[in-house]
């Protein structure tokens, strides 16, 4: 069993930060990418931003330049780093890892629960 647990949502004014915090637990074999998505009421989920286990990012042009994706490979975590927040990013933000299993060795992606990150104007 794994499970991707989220913290560190809330409401906060536009121009603020927020930092989104994510770790996996369970029967890990290892962890590939990682990843934060979002998704608007009515609409499909989007990515927001994605890291490699070597450290390669990937990010939403809508965030570029305003947000940081960072892990941990020692701790199975991965962090969201939101700065300068506007409006337009009041979401529900959802952590995503690919993740080995230690008792199949198959790979699947893994979802957490959500967060709900509201920017006030």
């Known amino acids: 069993q794994v499970q991707l647990v989220e913290s560190g949502g809330g409401l906060v004014q536009a121009g603020g930060s927020l930092r989104l915090s994510c770790a996996a637990s369970?029967?890990?074999?290892?962890?590939?990418?990682m990843g934060w998505y979002r998704q608007f009421p009515g609409k499909q989920r989007e990515l927001v931003a994605s890291i490699t286990n070597g450290g390669s990012t990937n990010y939403a042009d809508s965030v570029k330049d305003r947000f940081t994706i960072s892990r941990d490979n020692a701790l199975n975590t991965v962090d969201l780093q939101m700065n300068s927040l506007k409006p337009e990013d009041t979401a529900v933000y959802y952590c995503?890892?690919?993740?080995?299993?230690?008792?199949?060795?198959?790979?699947?992606?893994?979802w957490g629960r959500g967060t709900q990150v509201t920017v006030s104007s």
């Open positions: 995503n890892a690919f993740i080995v299993s230690r008792i199949t060795r198959g790979l699947r992606d893994y």
């Open positions: 369970g029967s890990i074999f290892s962890i590939n990418a």
